[in-house]
């Protein structure tokens, strides 16, 4: 009963919102027809207006009490993406480089192995669809991304730079990396169905859009983690770290399988 109070208050005040911007956009129309320029003043005022509908929706995400915890829980999610998607891709770069010169601008990768290691974005997408409707969104998320920071565990304790390509752990981290990959596209394709479902249909394109600035972010940040004079151990226990977080996240969030959306 509460939720349907809410929800018809909320439509009376878009309802009200509408009809004010409307009848100050045909006052405008009409001002600009008669060939009349507006005052400074009530271009201030309209310049505001604009600005503060723009803003609205940002706004809402965390004034909202039924928005702020799930804005918060999404952004840490997005951001755990973000970094070990990428973080995790160049990570297989790194400990599979059989030469590694820039003064000379030589590099030279054990490519097979690297090959290998992102097929298992097409396993991770395909177990996805055999479960996002069966066990639901929460648990297609926070089940592999729990399994990511598992399999980070022995690339950070087999895991060598420049030794994996030719070492004797090499398949053994190319297992490993295999699983942490395929999980984590597994996940990170879930919380893109996921993120749509929890927001309502004012404010669902900007929700999803900081979500997704937010992840683009943290992955460009990871170039700055993985690639970097950290140790792989560190590395991968930075990684495994963020992962575990998103798990965490992902299962504090509302399930939304079989649920009407707003």
Same mark, same amino acid.
């Given at each position: 009963?509460?939720?349907?109070? #809410? =929800?018809?208050? %909320?439509?009376?005040?878009?309802?009200?919102?509408?009809?004010?911007?409307?009848?100050?956009?045909?006052?405008?129309?009409?001002?600009?027809?008669?060939?009349?320029?507006?005052?400074?003043?009530?271009?201030?005022?309209?310049? &505001?207006?604009?600005?503060?509908?723009?803003? !609205?929706?940002?706004?809402?995400?965390?004034?909202?009490?039924?928005?702020?915890? +799930?804005?918060?829980?999404?952004? #840490?999610?997005?951001?755990?993406?973000?970094?070990?998607?990428?973080?995790?891709?160049?990570?297989? +770069?790194?400990?599979?480089?059989? @030469?590694?010169?820039?003064?000379?601008?030589?590099?030279?990768?054990?490519?097979?192995?690297?090959?290998?290691?992102?097929?298992?974005?097409?396993? =991770?997408?395909?177990?996805?669809?055999?479960?996002?409707?069966?066990?639901?969104?929460?648990?297609?998320?926070?089940?592999?991304? !729990?399994?990511? !920071? #598992?399999?980070?565990?022995?690339?950070?304790?087999?895991?060598?730079?420049?030794? @994996?390509?030719?070492?004797?752990?090499?398949?053994?981290?190319?297992?490993?990396?295999?699983? @942490?990959?395929?999980?984590?596209?597994?996940?990170?394709?879930?919380?893109? #169905?996921?993120?749509?479902?929890?927001?309502?249909?004012?404010?669902?394109?900007?929700?999803?859009?900081?979500?997704? +600035?937010?992840? &683009?972010?943290?992955?460009?940040?990871?170039?700055?983690?993985?690639?970097? %004079?950290?140790?792989?151990?560190?590395?991968?226990?930075?990684?495994?770290?963020?992962?575990?977080?998103?798990?965490?996240?992902?299962?504090?969030?509302?399930? +939304?399988?079989?649920?009407?959306?707003?």
């Amino acid at each position: 009963n509460n939720s349907g109070v #809410v =929800g018809h208050h %909320r439509e009376q005040q878009q309802q009200q919102e509408q009809q004010q911007q409307q009848e100050l956009e045909q006052q405008e129309q009409q001002q600009k027809d008669d060939g009349e320029s507006l005052p400074e003043e009530e271009e201030r005022t309209t310049w &505001r207006r604009r600005v503060g509908e723009m803003a !609205a929706p940002v706004e809402a995400l965390w004034r909202r009490r039924d928005l702020r915890r +799930t804005t918060g829980l999404v952004y #840490v999610v997005w951001m755990g993406f973000g970094l070990d998607f990428y973080g995790i891709s160049l990570l297989a +770069t790194r400990l599979f480089a059989k @030469a590694d010169n820039d003064k000379n601008f030589q590099c030279k990768f054990d490519y097979p192995f690297i090959f290998g290691i992102t097929t298992s974005e097409v396993v =991770g997408t395909a177990a996805l669809l055999c479960l996002i409707d069966r066990i639901g969104r929460v648990k297609s998320q926070s089940g592999p991304y !729990a399994l990511t !920071a #598992v399999a980070l565990v022995p690339v950070g304790l087999l895991g060598g730079d420049h030794a @994996a390509g030719g070492g004797k752990n090499a398949y053994l981290v190319f297992a490993a990396l295999y699983v @942490a990959l395929g999980a984590q596209m597994c996940a990170s394709a879930a919380s893109w #169905v996921h993120v749509a479902e929890l927001y309502p249909t004012d404010v669902r394109s900007t929700g999803h859009s900081l979500a997704l +600035t937010v992840s &683009r972010v943290s992955a460009f940040a990871s170039s700055y983690v993985v690639d970097s %004079r950290l140790p792989i151990p560190i590395v991968a226990a930075l990684l495994a770290s963020v992962a575990l977080l998103a798990s965490v996240a992902s299962a504090s969030l509302p399930e +939304t399988r079989g649920t009407v959306l707003d």
